[in-house]
């Protein structure tokens, strides 16, 4: 059974910085895109950045700059995001997202870890 696990959220002043870790387990035979979402209550979960098996990164306009998104290169299960100059509007759930090939499935499905809160507060 495919795992995501995310770690290293928590509270951090304004303008400080945080690493998110997410790493996906099971048996998995190929993983694509890695994403991270971020949730407030009361709103839609927004994309934050994402990564392509290649390397290939995209981020949200808000986060761009701040936020740098990475991911293991010797076995693509590992994805991080590292934050600086965080802000309290950062504030969220922040959820990682595997695009992946598990055992016993027949094709690529979305995976989802359970979340880790982040409060940027002085």
């Known amino acids: 059974q495919v795992q995501l696990v995310e770690s290293g959220g928590g509270l951090v002043l304004p303008g400080g910085p945080l690493r998110l870790y997410c790493v996906a387990s099971?048996?998995?035979?190929?993983?694509?895109?890695m994403t991270w979402y971020r949730q407030v209550p009361g709103k839609e979960r927004e994309l934050v950045a994402t990564?392509?098996?290649?390397?290939?990164?995209?981020y949200a306009g808000s986060v761009k700059g701040r936020f740098t998104i990475s991911r293991n290169n010797a076995n693509k299960k590992t994805v991080n995001l590292q934050m600086n100059s965080l802000r309290p509007e950062d504030t969220a759930a922040y959820y990682c997202?595997?695009?992946?090939?598990?055992?016993?499935?027949?094709?690529?499905?979305?995976?989802w870890g359970q979340g880790t809160q982040v409060t940027v507060s002085s």
């Open positions: 990564i392509t098996s290649s390397g290939s990164t995209n």
């Open positions: 997202n595997a695009n992946l090939w598990a055992g016993g499935e027949r094709s690529y499905r979305d995976y």
């Open positions: 099971g048996t998995i035979f190929d993983v694509n895109n």
